[in-house]
């Protein structure tokens, strides 16, 4: 599985931005599907997650702001972002979860290359 974020770039506080994450390859061994953020100087840390059943989490950064929508079992993932901050700076990745197929076992995590998002006061 290879992964693809894009959709970052600079926007004032307060506005928003839509990221995408798209899979190719052994898409049927996708489960869930996470974003990440990286700060500068900073730990990456996780932001929002979708599963397989469409079930939806959020940190407490990104709730009542952020929204993950899309398909995970299907490869495709969205985040939308509202209301943005000058503190979500930073360079988000989507992570995928994945399985082997036949047996079902859990198998490495995937990492997307990163899109960089810019939030000015």
């Known amino acids: 599985v290879q992964l693809q974020a894009f959709g970052g770039g600079l926007v004032q506080a307060g506005g928003s931005l839509r990221l995408s994450c798209t899979a190719s390859g052994n898409i049927p061994s996708i489960r869930d599907t996470a974003w990440y953020r990286q700060a500068p100087g900073k730990q990456r840390e996780w932001i929002a997650r979708?599963?397989?059943?469409?079930?939806?989490h959020y940190s407490d950064s990104a709730k009542g702001r952020f929204t993950v929508s899309g398909n995970s079992a299907q490869g495709a993932v969205y985040l939308q972002m509202n209301d943005l901050r000058p503190e979500d700076t930073g360079t988000y990745y989507c992570k995928a979860e994945t399985i082997q197929i036949p047996s079902g076992w859990i198998d490495d995590d995937v990492w997307g290359q990163g899109t960089q998002v810019t939030v000015s006061s």
């Open positions: 979708i599963t397989s059943h469409s079930i939806t």
